[in-house]
Every structure is written in C-alpha cells, then in structure tokens.
Nanobody, 114 residues
Framework: QVQLVESGGGLVQSGGSLRLSCKAS????????MGWYRQTPGQARVLVAS???????HYDESVRDRFTISTNDDKNIMYLQMNSLKPDDTAVYYC????????WGQGTQVTVSS
C-alpha cells in the first residue's frame, strides 16, 4: 500500500509563498493522475491542483496563476508551489490520486495571516 507524507506547511503572511512536498513510498507519479487537496474545518476536501503522468496540469479557479504543481518522478515527490498566498488559502493540504485513491496522509497545515 502506498504511503503519502505531506510536508512544508506553516504560517505565512498574506502575499507570501510556501512549497509543499508529497513523498510517496512507491513510484506513483509516473503512472497516475495525482493531485493536491485542501480542507478547512467542517468542509469537504477540495481538489485544487492535479497533474497527469504526462505532466498536464489543471487548477481550480481559486488558485490558478498562483499555485504550481510538479513532480520529481525519480524521487517519488510531488510539489505544490504556492505564491501570493491569501487568508482564504488557509487549510490542511493533502496529496492523493485523482481517480485512484490511496490512504490519506496526515496533511500539512497552511495558515495565511492577513
């Protein structure tokens, strides 16, 4: 079973940047559509960015032009570069597949102060 471990979250001021990492225990990024999700208290997880094995990306309108998803297949790591952060980006961020899901990791907390 694939284990996913997210890291890189933290507290940042509005307008700042963070880079999240998702480390997979097995090689998955080269063969599946993977994505970054975020969740706020009482709300469902929302897919904000996804990437195909061929490198095609898709973004939710709320993060388009500010977030960039990428993978390093050799290291089994997926990244989410987040720029121009807003308080509305505050959430716990998770990585997982888009069609085929694995066990959810613990996520990484991102807090953006105004």
């Amino acid at each position: 079973q694939v284990q996913l471990v997210e890291s890189g979250g933290g507290l940042v001021q509005s307008g700042g940047s963070l880079r999240l990492s998702c480390k997979a225990s097995l090689s998955v990024f080269a063969s599946r559509i993977m994505g970054w999700y975020r969740q706020t208290p009482g709300q469902a997880r929302v897919l904000v960015a996804s990437i195909t094995a061929d490198g095609f990306t898709h973004y939710d309108e709320s993060v388009r032009d500010r977030f960039t998803i990428s993978t390093n297949d050799d290291k089994n790591i997926m990244y989410l570069q987040m720029n121009s952060l807003k308080p509305d980006d505050t959430a716990v961020y998770y990585c997982n597949g888009k069609i085929q899901f694995f066990n959810w990791g613990q996520g990484t907390q991102v807090t953006v102060s105004s």
